[in-house]
T-cell receptor
């Protein structure tokens, strides 16, 4: 079954509001990546987190990796219409090179 | 953006037809992958390759097959397409020792 879950599945916000998606794994991850997929497009790599408790920022986006390396979050401050899309987390377990994608969160931003 | 190309981008075929989805990358990446994604759903790994003559099944069982005769080329073949194969197929690659995966633009397959 699915081992990397994301909540919520869907979020509709007004432009300017904040948005957060949460990613939870049933097992410890060696690292976690985040991807963004625009409607009709393909996933594009955003960032990778490796260390326990790591926090990284990209302009209005803040990414966090949990202390136990089982969960992660992506927070967008003051959303814009260009933020629309599905955000996927993806994690690797142990020495495996296979990336397990989360279920995704679809963000809709109303102008 | 990465240099990874998929053809065709869109394909509508009849049941029972054989089809090959092409994927090529010009970055010299050793690792290549095929993911299947239904609209609005998560990505499922169906095949991967760590180099020439290396192919493995992914986490999601698939009736498709792949080959890796050249580093840059990783085609996916369906011998007899069925409506249940209707989906988007995403090819991807990554560099040995690096974790970032670069995706192609995808091939939308519809089997009628």
């Amino acid at each position: 079954g699915q081992q990397v879950m994301q909540i919520p599945q869907y979020q509709h916000v007004q432009e300017g509001e904040d948005f957060t998606t949460y990613c939870n794994s049933s097992t410890t991850l060696s690292n976690i990546q985040w991807y963004k997929q625009r409607p009709g497009g393909h996933p594009v790599f955003l960032i990778q987190l490796v260390k326990s408790g790591e926090v990284k920022k990209q302009k209005r986006l803040t990414f966090q990796f949990g202390e136990a390396k089982k969960n992660s979050s992506l927070h967008i401050t003051a959303t814009q219409t260009t933020d629309v899309g599905t955000y996927f987390c993806a994690g690797r377990r142990g020495a495996t090179n296979k990336l397990i994608f989360g279920t995704g969160t679809l963000l809709a931003v109303q102008p | 953006e990465a240099d990874i190309y998929q053809t065709p981008r869109y394909l509508v075929i009849g049941t029972g037809k054989k089809i090959t989805l092409e994927c090529s990358q010009t970055m010299g990446h050793d690792k290549m992958y095929w993911y299947q994604q239904d609209p609005g759903m998560e990505l499922h790994l169906i095949h991967y390759s760590y180099g020439v003559n290396s192919t493995e099944k992914g986490d999601l069982s698939s009736e498709s097959t792949v080959s890796r005769i050249r580093t840059e080329h990783f085609p996916l073949t369906l011998e007899s397409a069925r409506p249940s194969h209707t989906s988007q197929y995403l090819c991807a690659s990554s560099e040995q020792g690096r974790n970032t995966i670069y995706f192609g633009e995808g091939s939308w397959l519809t089997v009628v």
